[in-house]
């Protein structure tokens, strides 16, 4: 696994190639639920910002079929304190967009819990959105 970049999905990443307590370090740098659209642009040759563009991702979080899923696999697959916080969350909040946003980051939290290494560290940044 020595220098190797992945793209995707890292919860994919995470269950298809990273084995348990494998990593030393993880710097987390999630979306922050901004509810924008971010975008990979391209600049001319001469230096000007071009048109074109691809999409790189999207901070938007709606409660779906996909959010439904994952909150399933919270409830049965996760340690019981956690799925019980996240069962009060849901009769908290209802079935909206932060608690899509809160499910899909748990289940990726976990994720990166068992690749570290217990002796290691996770830095999660912190900044704000509006």
């Keep these: 696994m020595e220098n190797t970049l992945y793209y995707g999905d890292n919860l994919e990443i995470l269950r298809e190639h990273i084995k348990d307590e494998t990593i030393?370090?993880?710097?987390?740098?999630?979306?922050?639920?901004s509810?924008?659209?971010?975008?990979?642009l391209f600049?001319?040759?001469?230096?000007?910002?071009?048109?074109a563009q691809i999409k790189?991702?999207?901070?938007?979080w709606h409660w779906d079929r996909k959010a439904e899923e994952t909150y399933r696999e919270i409830e049965e697959n996760l340690p019981k304190k956690i799925a019980d916080l996240i069962r009060v969350?849901?009769?908290?909040?209802?079935?909206?967009?932060m608690m899509a946003y809160l499910v899909m980051m748990v289940i990726?939290?976990?994720?990166?819990y068992r690749v570290?290494?217990?002796?290691?560290?996770?830095k999660?940044?912190?900044?704000?959105?509006?």
């Design 108 to 112: 990726r939290l976990m994720e990166l």
């Design 116 to 122: 570290l290494k217990p002796i290691n560290g996770c």
């Design 24 to 33: 030393d370090l993880i710097y987390l740098d999630p979306p922050f639920n």
């Design 56 to 60: 790189a991702f999207e901070d938007t």
């Design 89 to 97: 969350l849901r009769s908290f909040l209802g079935e909206n967009d």
């Design 43 to 51: 600049a001319e040759k001469n230096g000007t910002q071009s048109p």
């Design 35 to 40: 509810k924008q659209s971010y975008n990979i």
């Design 124 to 130: 999660i940044e912190d900044k704000k959105t509006n």
